[in-house]
């Protein structure tokens, strides 16, 4: 055990048993329905709107369970509603309870990474499942390689690698992987990238280098040291230093327009802004790629790459679907996924300009005919597979629409419903899989991902329309 610094105080999770204004302690409730009474009322009356973490403690004071929320009063709030005494985790935990307790995060992420450094510090009892589960996630920073990667894991490298966590829902954390890589800006791919080759240079980035969400490491457009320092930034964000990451990119920002580096202050300005606004961001749930748990990303993509006879295994894939308003109307949605999973920063809607009437083959050619034309016009990067919601019919479109513009078309797949059929260019019968396979699974996923959003817009027009807007 390393020795202890005698200058620094320990951190201690202090409360009251009837609050933070230091009164005698009441007894202990008789009853689980008096611990409901008090706390409920403790929440309502001294528990902030705000992000952070909320705490059970026993009568001694020891921590019992912690969570984060992202409305600490809402979130604990939940927990004395009638329904949550008919849940039997939620019975286990109010009967040992004596007191609930708060401490705010200034954002969602903040509170997310301050729970998981609590839960596993201080160990409580009724997180026990994340002590003891070896398949949470965790965030991991390589440490082997030129260009460190942040990934998320259920499998830690151990040595090779800095590992945050583990955390108690992978949604929230992808969530805020996302929005620390429009900062940050780090790679999240598997390639095994050297500063010194200079072969790199002649590699294409994927999308999230032209959206400005990496630096692109992969063609050398990044020395390695800034890339590295843009990972200790990160590292120190982390570890709960965003105070003094502020400070340093102030202090360098300033340097920066001394110096008449304009470019160089306005990113750091940008990064600067961008972390100020984290808390913004809005619910890491809702807004983060959603795990799948019949899907296998990893297994899927390889999948396809075998059915399908691709080079290599793919990373991006785009699925467009079709909804109609009113049945004169006509919207499309454009969904993309990265690695196997939804990428929200690249979805895209369409209201179908040039058809009348219902017409879903014309639609499908005149979505993937825009879509196209602008990834071309601004030599942006395709995506490996293009996925389209139908059969043998809306294949044919999406493919008459690469014809008329002159443009080589990435692999173009279809998938029609009911017999789940994969309909490839070229080959006069469709593919069968096994309803088992994961790379049809994978397909079946982008494929109702596309459905729900094109679904989402239809519905959203359709109240605009209702309501006169």
């Not at 329905?33 to 008090?38: I, K, L, Q």
């Not at 965790?138 to 151990?158: K, N, S």
């Not at 992808?174 to 800006?185: E, N, T, W």
């Not at 899989?433 to 494929?447: M, P």
Request: with cysteine.
């Amino acid at each position: 055990m390393a020795d202890e610094d005698p200058s620094v105080k320990p951190v201690l999770i202090e409360s009251t048993p009837d609050g933070d204004d230091g009164a005698a302690a009441q007894p202990l409730p008789k009853t689980q329905g008096e611990f409901f009474a008090r706390a409920a009322e403790k929440v309502r009356s001294k528990f902030p709107a705000t992000s952070g973490i909320y705490l059970f403690q026993d009568q001694a004071g020891r921590v019992l369970y912690v969570g984060k929320a992202k409305n600490l009063r809402a979130r604990a709030g939940s927990y004395f509603l009638k329904a949550a005494a008919d849940d039997s985790r939620t019975r286990d935990l109010v009967r040992e309870a004596y007191d609930i307790d708060f401490l705010e995060a200034e954002s969602e992420v903040d509170a997310l990474l301050m729970e998981s450094r609590l839960v596993k510090d201080i160990q409580p009892k009724f997180n026990k499942e994340l002590r003891d589960d070896k398949t949470f996630p965790y965030l991991q920073i390589t440490t082997h390689e030129d260009f460190p990667r942040v990934e998320i894991t259920r499998e830690p490298r151990g040595s090779a690698a800095k590992l945050y966590g583990p955390f108690t829902s992978v949604g929230a954390l992808r969530g805020a992987l996302q929005a620390l890589q429009k900062i940050f800006k780090f790679r999240t791919c598997s390639l095994d990238i050297e500063a010194d080759d200079e072969r790199w240079r002649w590699f294409r980035p994927c999308l999230l280098a032209s959206i400005d969400q990496c630096t692109a490491p992969c063609n050398l457009r990044v020395s390695k040291e800034d890339y590295r320092r843009d990972i200790q930034r990160l590292k120190t964000f982390l570890e709960g230093g965003k105070t003094r990451l502020l400070k340093e990119l102030r202090d360098e920002m300033q340097a920066a327009a001394a110096e008449l580096r304009y470019e160089k202050a306005a990113r750091l300005r940008n990064e600067i802004k961008l972390l100020e606004r984290l808390d913004e961001r809005g619910d890491l749930e809702e807004n983060a790629q959603p795990e799948v748990f019949y899907v296998d990303p990893k297994k899927g993509l390889a999948g396809l790459q075998k059915v399908l006879k691709l080079p290599k295994q793919p990373r991006t894939i785009e699925g467009v679907d079709i909804a109609h308003l009113g049945g004169n109307e006509t919207v499309a949605s454009l969904v993309q996924f990265l690695d196997g999973l939804p990428f929200k920063p690249g979805y895209r809607r369409y209201r179908i300009r040039e058809v009348e009437g219902i017409d879903d083959f014309a639609s499908i050619r005149e979505v993937v005919a825009r879509r196209f034309k602008r990834l071309s016009d601004e030599d942006a990067v395709f995506p490996d597979i293009l996925l389209v919601d139908g059969g043998k019919g809306q294949l044919g479109k999406a493919m008459e629409a690469f014809s008329v513009l002159g443009i080589e078309p990435p692999t173009v797949i279809s998938l029609a419903k009911k017999e789940e059929l994969i309909y490839v260019p070229g080959r006069s019968e469709p593919l069968r899989l096994s309803r088992n396979a994961f790379a049809l699974r994978l397909l079946q996923y982008v494929r109702d991902e596309s459905h729900r959003f094109a679904q989402h817009y239809h519905h959203l027009l359709r109240k605009k329309r209702t309501l006169g807007e």
